[in-house]
Nanobody, 126 residues
Framework: QVRLAESGGGLVQAGGSLRLSCVASGRTFGFGSYDMGWFRRAPGKEREFVGGMRSDGTTIYASDSMKDRFAISRDSAERTMFLQLNRLKTEDTAVYSC?????????????????WGQGTQVTVSS
């Protein structure tokens, strides 16, 4: 069993930054064996893939805009994945969730993840 817990959300003005954390727990968990994803859900919208990191450390992002403004990293010793959000826009307002699954050939944007966190709210004001 793997548990994920996000933190770091909050209220920020447009143009600001936030760093989200996703802490993984569970005896079997190790980044070397799991693919990870970040998703978000804005009010009234479908869940959206933001980006992810494969077990080998390769990162991908959903769009060029996200790749230019966001950065995914991890601290294996702390079993924590980060999502750095820069130059935030009002349309980035959403609940951000991390997800994990045993490494596979699935593209990271396919939301067939075994484990999900509860999410952390990011609100960007104009």
């Amino acid at each position: 069993q793997v548990r994920l817990a996000e933190s770091g959300g909050g209220l920020v003005q447009a143009g600001g930054s936030l760093r989200l954390s996703c802490v993984a727990s569970g005896r079997t968990f190790g980044f070397g064996s799991y693919d990870m994803g970040w998703f978000r859900r804005a009010p009234g919208k479908e869940r959206e893939f933001v980006g992810g990191m494969r077990s080998d450390g390769t990162t991908i992002y959903a769009s060029d805009s996200m790749k230019d403004r966001f950065a995914i990293s991890r601290d294996s010793a702390e079993r924590t994945m980060f999502l750095q959000l820069n130059r935030l826009k009002t349309e980035d307002t959403a609940v951000y969730s991390c997800a994990a699954r045993v490494r596979s050939l699935l593209h990271l944007n396919i939301p067939r993840y075994s484990y999900w966190g509860q999410g952390t709210q990011v609100t960007v004001s104009s």
